[in-house]
Structure formats: structure tokens, C-alpha cells
């Protein structure tokens, strides 16, 4: 008999704790540790705020260059220029985060829907 | 969270998540309700999934792969590798919020809520604040955010197969839109343009050089180290 077989209904949450969560929760906790005793001034934490804001810039980049499901039938062109959009709105607007992401979101699916008007 | 303004500061941050951000990540985990259906989840899984992961890209990993029939073991590996950023990301945000004798059971929870949202958010909002306050707001906001996230998580799960292609497009996208945009938002300091502008740049290289799997990591460590020294020759001159 199987484990899965074993628990049954219990299986999904089984390996939701053991594959999903653990792997993820490390590195918070990790984070807890390594940070004990840092100043939110030090020149390490500089450092790892630099680290952070690369990795997040990188993550935006792959999910452009390579996006998964439905966003993949917007063309590649019409996500990186929604995104220029959406910031030209934020400068034009005040700064305003609200006014370039809905108008960014307006864009791509202006895009979107003529990408799927086009297609025979 | 025990004084009469902590209650108070809470709520805002609360209020302040519901004005907006909390809907971006809440619209992000809606598609991943619907891939862990797919997946042959039950709907509890699925909402638990945000609550403890809080981590849409690993989701997506864990719910795709379990979709595709993936070693457990190789899921594991990868889901650790995708959530590595939130090492630098934890580590920044909390000594922010850091009071006098706080306890390492509360720094647990604070890191717990630390995701990609609540951070860029975070550090944009947090400095502006009196220390004292920077804690209670945190929490709110961030719990408003996993609380509106669950629910669209269910949403996604019950609703899944009757959004057309280009809505789904559209909360695809809302990630990268945001991300991108509270970046710029919250980049003060020429190390930040320089972070930015070097994870858009080299990500490519990145991926061609060292492959899909630990891109992230050498990108992060490299490039953000070159932004870092980028930013420290304008300071010390």
C-alpha cells in the first residue's frame, strides 16, 4: 500500500506542507536568523536590499520573456509595450501606482483582444 | 499589538491594502485557484496552499508539477530554489519593523507575510512611519492581503473555465505590471535604478548562461552586488 493510499484524503495536504511549504518557509525563517542583530542602516543590509531588488527586477523579466498560460497569446511586444505604458502613465499621472497599473492592464488587453481578432 | 494606536495603525494598514495592492496579489493567486483545480486539488488545498506557501510563482510550480506527474523530491528542489528570494527580501524588511525586545516567535510571523506585494510595498511605505508604528501596519497590510488573496484563490478554484483568454492575460499580467511599477516607485537611491535596470538587462543572459533553474540566484548574487558597488562609488565620492 502506497502512502498515498494510506491517507487517502489527508494526501494533497500531505504534500502541500512537505513539498510546497517547507522548501518556501526556509528562507523566511533563515531570514529571521541572519538578520538578528542587523541595523536597518548597515552597509550588509544595503547590500541585500541591492541583491533583493535585482532578483525582483529579474522575476519581472522572465514572466515578460516567458510567461505562462493566456498571457503567452498576448504578443511579446504588446506585454513589454503595456508595461511601457503603464509606466509613462505613472510619471504622467502624478506617480500615481493605481493610474499605471490600470492603465498598463487597459493596454494589454486592448493588445490582447486585437491579437485575437487578428488571428484567423 | 497590545495598546489602543496599535489596533488603530492596524486597521490602516489594512485599509491601505484594500485600496489597492492587496487586489493585485488577490487577482494573481485567482489563476493559481484554477490550476490547483486543474491539478485534481481539493478546494481546501488550494486556499491553504496561499495562506502557508504566500508565494504565487511556487504555487504555480507546485500545482503545474503535480499537474504534470513531477517527482515530489525534484518539486520540492525546485519550489526552494523559485522561494530563495525571499532570503534578501525578509532580511531587509525586518529590521525595519524591529522594536526594542521583540521576540523571535513575532519576527517569525512578520517573515511569514513577507511576499513580493507586501515587500515592494513595505519598504516604499515603512520609512515614512514612526518606528513604533511600522509593525502593527505591516501586519495589517500584509493580512489583508492573504485574507483578500485566499478568498480569490477559492474564487479562481470554483470559477475556473469561464474567464476568457484575454481577462486571464490580464491577471497574468497585473504581476509584472505591478512589480515593475512599485519598483520605479520606490527607487530613491542610484543603487536602486541601478538594481533595476541591471535585473531587466542581464535576466536573459542570466538564463542563456546558467539555465532556468538557478538563473535567479546567480543573477541576484552578481547583479545585485554590481548595483550595490554602482550605488557606493556615488556615495563615497
Known sequence: MTAEAALGPWWPYLVLILVGFLPNEVWRVLAVVLSSGLDERSEILTWVRAVATTLLAGVVAKLLLAPGGALAAVPFMGRVGSLAIGLAAFYALRRSVVAGVLIGEAALTAVGWWAQAGAP | MTSRSDIFVFWRGVRDALAF????????????????????????????????????PAQVILFGGLLSGAALPALAVAIGVSSLRFLPMTMSILPLVRRPGQRWPVQVVV???????????GMRRLPNLPVEERLPFFLGFASACMGVSATLTLAGYQLVRVLPVVLAAGMLMLTPLFFTVALVASARARQDWAAIGVGFALAPVATAVVGRDFDLLVLGLVGGTAAYVAGRGRRRI
Open chain 2, 111 to 121: 517573515a511569514h507575510f513577507v511576499a513580493v506585494t507586501a515587500w515592494v510595498e
Open chain 2, 21 to 56: 495592492p492587496a487586489w493585485i496579489v488577490g487577482f494573481s493567486l485567482f489563476g493559481v485557484g484554477s490550476l490547483a483545480r486543474d491539478a485534481g486539488l481539493p478546494a481546501g488545498a488550494a486556499v491553504l496552499s496561499t495562506c502557508l506557501m504566500w508565494a504565487a
